[in-house]
């Protein structure tokens, strides 16, 4: 299988065999109104309760989802306006299925402005496996940070969740822009480096024909 696949790939050019090992975004949270329609306006916030509220961008509530629009704190500026807050009336999580793959993880994240730093915390986890944790002492206004994840790889449906993880208090760490990217597999990366090889043996003997043909013509 491995050999047949290479050889499609020398004979159907570069930009086929490229495609397929670069990194695919699988979402991006950004809480804007595209995504959450009839979300908070400027100036104010809204607490998606579970129930009756379900999903919030994909999201499902665990009790409660705040978001935001430049209430207590201004939004990132590499986001939109709108972020979430996970601990609304008290601590809460969100969560969502992701399929069986191997990923890397980034988002905004930050303090709370004037909040303690044992109540910023957010945790994130994969079926309950650590992936990474995060608190911040709290400002005079929101200290943003991108936050990256190692590489981690789900070998069946898994639970992606961010929870609050401090003191439960009404007051929490923000985050913004989730965004969950697949990584090729070593062995798509294998694949492709295989037939990138077989296309240069194909244009290097190419190449001598034509040389070959020229110099035919030359010494005739």
Known sequence: MLKKAAFALATAGAVVAATPASAAVVFVTTWEADQVPGGPAPGTFIIYNNPPTASVAGWTPETQIELQNNVA?????????????????????????????????????????????SSNNIDVTIDGANVSMI??????????????????????????????????????????????????????????????????????????????AKASLHFA
């Open 135 to 212: 608190a911040g002492l709290g400002g005079p206004t929101t200290a943003w940070s991108t936050i990256v994840s190692s590489e981690f790889t789900v070998t069946g449906p898994g639970v992606l969740r961010f929870a609050a993880g401090g003191t439960s208090d009404s007051f929490g760490g923000y985050v913004d822009n989730i965004t969950l990217t697949a990584v090729p597999e070593p062995g798509t990366w294998a694949l492709f480096i295989l037939g990138f090889g077989a296309l240069g043996a194909a244009m290097r003997r190419r190449n001598v024909q034509v040389k070959n």
């Open 73 to 117: 704190g201004a939004p990132a500026p590499a986001g939109g306006s709108v972020f979430a807050e996970l601990d609304a009336d008290a601590n809460s999580a969100m969560s969502r299925i992701i399929a069986p793959g191997t990923y890397v993880l980034s988002y905004l994240y930050s303090p709370r402005p004037n909040v303690a730093f």
